[in-house]
């Protein structure tokens, strides 16, 4: 069984999203040690390994630092680097992980490709972190020799692809999927009873769920329940990188905290208008959300603020508009409208970007290029594999 070794910015038991689908579903196939940011802990006095198991063949490592230790901020701190790369050098050893497949999530984590002897680096590009609130100064430059060293790159989004693929001969496009089964359960509404923190709303719940940060577009929030006091706002997901007070107060706007992917279809079957209300911004202009397609698969109607991958991907069946006045508008058409006439067509969409298609193309890349195959291959519109400069929607 071949080894993974996956560094990491984000955290194995934070939001399950793009690394906790793919990684889960290799687990299979690989044997992955998914490595975490260093944390600081009042509960050691000097540095050590943090291990510990999860299901589908996934070891989950960090770094604890003693907590007077100022130098724990990240994988690019250079001192907490040294001594993360001989720990890490000394475990992978002792559980016999020799040459393994280098997997980047963060360019933050491009010593490492020096640090661990690899038989193949992959960068999968999931988001411009360049572009996220308190990016390191000097991450667009790992960016670029992180591009330069990997045998392969996996982009989750069709505007990070084209902001890649020059960079790289070996550059596919891989959309963020869905796990249909686990979301289309919410399509029946009667099937779940309201949680007990929504359980007291009335009227028209419009919800979102995901990470809410300096993306999210708060005057859009403040202005839809001014306009409808009526509708409720549902928000479920952490609060990062912004400060609780900047968050628009209103009786109609509910911020009900992180929720598991297990339970999120208890909250989004009593969704009556799906949102996506991230701002146009920097940090916005490379995002692929991975909602898009599981609101998709409950049948919900969804309301997007004009990012362009969801107008690219998903423009034939997602509501789009630009401005608040628009986008409210857009919501009250969505409350009112007949939505059977677009289920065949999210269908036909939802069956493109499954997780469990995903992964087979990118193992068939893997294998190809560890036998020594140079031909590119990219997935087209159908999801299906062909040779290609491009895919077709690009």
């Not at 869905?178 to 923190?197: G, L, M, T, W």
Request: proline share 7%.
């Amino acid at each position: 069984m071949v080894d993974l070794v996956v560094i990491s910015h984000l955290r194995w038991d934070f939001v399950w999203q793009r690394p906790q689908h793919l990684l889960s579903r290799l687990g299979k196939h690989y044997r992955i040690f998914f490595v975490e940011e260093p944390i600081a802990t009042a509960e050691i006095d000097t540095p050590q390994l943090d291990v510990r198991e999860e299901p589908n063949n996934v070891t989950v490592i960090r770094l604890l630092q003693p907590m007077e230790n100022p130098r724990w901020i990240g994988h690019h701190d250079p001192l907490t680097s040294a001594l993360y790369e001989a720990a890490l050098h000394d475990y992978l050893a002792m559980m016999g992980v020799d040459k393994p497949v280098l997997w980047l999530y963060t360019p933050m984590a491009w010593h490492f490709t020096s640090a661990i002897s690899h038989r193949m680096l992959i960068y999968d590009v999931m988001d411009e972190l360049s572009a996220f609130k308190g990016a390191p100064a000097q991450l667009r430059l790992f960016d670029e020799l992180t591009l330069s060293k990997a045998n392969i790159v996996f982009t989750g989004g069709v505007s990070l692809y084209k902001s890649r693929r020059t960079k790289n001969p070996y550059t596919h496009l891989f959309p963020s999927g869905v796990e249909i089964d686990h979301f289309a359960r919410a399509a029946n509404r009667a099937s779940f009873e309201k949680p007990a923190d929504i359980a007291h709303l009335e009227g028209p719940i419009l919800g979102y769920y995901g990470v809410i940060d300096e993306r999210m577009d708060l005057p859009l929030l403040a202005h839809m329940a001014a306009a409808h006091p009526e509708w409720q706002l549902m928000m479920i997901g952490p609060v990062v990188k912004i400060d609780h007070a900047d968050l628009p107060q209103a009786p109609n706007i509910h911020y009900l905290g992180m929720k598991t992917y297990q339970e999120l279809p208890c909250y989004l079957a009593h969704f009556d208008v799906a949102l996506v209300p991230f701002a146009i911004n920097e940090a916005t202009h490379f995002l692929s959300p991975t909602k898009t397609l599981e609101y998709m698969a409950a049948h919900k109607p969804i309301v997007s603020t004009p990012i362009r991958d969801i107008a690219a991907l998903y423009g034939s069946v997602v509501r789009i508009a630009a401005t608040p006045e628009d986008f409210t508008a857009q919501v009250e058409d969505a409350l009112q409208a007949d939505h059977n006439a677009r289920r065949a067509l999210e269908k036909r969409m939802l069956a493109q970007h499954t997780w469990d298609s995903i992964v087979q193309r990118m193992e068939q890349l893997i294998a190809q290029r560890l036998v020594g195959e140079t031909t590119p291959l990219v997935p087209n519109a159908k999801g299906q594999g062909e040779k290609h400069d491009q895919p077709k929607w690009a």
